[in-house]
């Protein structure tokens, strides 16, 4: 790279595989290793990993990512799991080696991709410390003059001197992060591993990074929140099955992201059932508030889900959840109610859930509906894979969709001091 170049990474078709089965991994390990001797000795240069192709349990996990970083640039590295995100800043880190391809980084580099990552269980906090940032290039000396900035950004004066083994994980990460970003790098890689901190020191990571970003460090950030992305990242780069299938501004990426989880969504088979007592749960049917079946929602509307239910139905109490999930398959609504059933007065019908407004902002959902017998518990109907989708403005980030007026007003010293006191 040229010295007055603002470029700090220059990716250039990275490239890398595994193999499925552990033995076959370490044949191919062995074989590739007196390959690559047989050819250096001769002065010749082994075919290129991805021309070789792929050998039998072999899969790509990335796959000819390419890639420019200038400074003071942060970007967004999104993909479902499996997608070979950590692979890639793995790689990056230097903590394996490319089959092929190359990554060039000018500068330091910082970086917290998995808890505990670099951390030797049996030394303390504080012999992590130095271990750590001698290994990002502090002298002992620079360390001892930033030792205590590190301790208090982690909060963990009182356990510094324990072994990092009794460490739980928001402690794991809060030192791993302290360390990664006390010598100020060129470049941070960030995994989610920010994730598992509590919210105020979630903040002043926020607060760090904003700090570091304008002495023109750059970042790649990995994550599934979007709304955390679309604040911080400049563009992002999407990742699927290992290939770079979106690159560009931060909101575009987003929708492309959802895209492919909707995709996902889609081949689900539709519905799902299982229970011992399925026969007299039947035909599900989703209406608006006025009756009229519909096959999408808009952010806020009420709807009307029915489940017909056939004559015969015992008598008993049971118990009714019902779960609206997004495309991550986390639960966002859970309703539970329990329902008491007359076999003599029960001659078939429909079993009703009615929702007022559903205040999620547009993508792919899915219902289920799973009845219990009580005292047994035991689980006499499930129904999952019901899709519920919202339409609307695809680019609006996050899950609620819920309105609000920000606005500035005058106030009167008075009536605030007031109010403060």
Known sequence: ???????????TGLSKKFCRSLRRSLWYGVADAASEFRFSRGGLRSAHAAERGLRPQEFWAVRDVSFELQRGECIGLIGHNGAGKTTLLRML?????????????????????????????????????????????????????????????????EFIDSPVQGYSSGMAVRLGFAVATAVCPDVLLLDEVLAVGDMAFY???????????????????????????????????????????????TEKGIEHYHRIQAEKMDQVPELQTAGTRTQWFSGVCLADQQGNTVTALGPGDGFVVRWKVQPGLPSGK???????????????????????????????GHLTAVVPSLPLCPGRYRLSLAVWALPSRELIFWQKGISLPVVGDSSTVGILAVKAEVRMEPGNPVSDAVAGS
């Open 93 to 157: 880190n230097g903590l394996i080696k490319p089959d092929a391809g190359e990554a060039v980084i000018r500068g330091r580099v910082g970086a917290l991709i998995s808890l505990g990552a670099g951390f030797n269980p049996i030394l303390t906090g504080r012999e992590n410390v130095y271990v750590n940032a001698s290994v990002l290039g502090l002298s002992r000396s620079e360390i001892d003059a930033r030792i205590d900035e590190i301790i208090d950004f982690a909060e963990l004066r």
């Open 318 to 348: 049971w118990s009714v959840d019902l779960v609206i999930r997004n495309a991550a398959d986390e639960a966002l609504v859970q309703v539970s109610q329990d329902l008491e059933f007359h076999e003599e007065s029960h001659g078939g």
């Open 203 to 249: 903040a002043k990571c926020f607060r760090r990074l904003s700090e570091i970003r304008l002495m023109r460090s750059a970042f790649i950030l990995v994550g599934h929140n979007m709304h955390q992305i679309a604040r911080i990242c400049d563009r992002v780069m999407v990742l699927d099955h290992g290939a770079v299938v979106y690159s560009g501004p």
């Open 1 to 11: 790279m040229d010295s007055e170049d603002n470029t700090v990474v220059r990716v």
